[in-house]
């Protein structure tokens, strides 16, 4: 379950980031490619559906260790492996993104999202059940 927690956390700690991305915060040189300063409409939408999104990995993450049951087991085991994937990519696309800043701060941001993800896909952190 620790390993639950902390991609929530990691997840919200984004998610606050997106938010001041959607509201103009001048932060746009970390995300959507760094070529913006403040975002333009379109890159907001895109940064309010990723607090959309990051909440239902949280969801299936504490689904997939057992702390809430929302999804079959199955679903949740198999979505693990492609928020993984989802993760893993996302490292790549960092390191290929033309911004320093932002290959700086969400390259390594990525890889704690990729490994905590692979940890949980994997099935460490899982509660143990009490009969």
């Keep these: 379950m620790p390993f639950a927690f902390a991609l929530t956390v990691v ?23 760094g070529q913006h300063r403040v975002l333009p409409a379109r890159l907001r939408v895109g940064s309010a559906v990723s607090i959309l999104i990051y909440a239902v990995i949280a969801v299936i993450a504490w689904d997939r260790v057992g702390a809430i049951d929302v999804f079959p087991t199955a679903f949740s085991q198999v979505a693990m492996w492609v928020i993984f994937a989802y993760f893993a990519l996302g490292i790549v696309m960092n390191a290929i993104s033309r911004s320093k800043p ?5 390259v390594p941001v990525s890889i704690v999202l990729a490994v905590l993800s692979f940890l949980i896909a994997m099935g460490y952190g899982e509660m143990a059940l009490a009969i």
Excluded: C, K, S
């Design 11 to 33: 997840l919200a700690l984004l998610a606050i980031f997106q938010l001041l991305l959607v509201f103009g915060a001048p932060l746009g040189r970390l995300a959507w490619g």
């Design 102 to 106: 932002e290959r700086y701060t969400m």
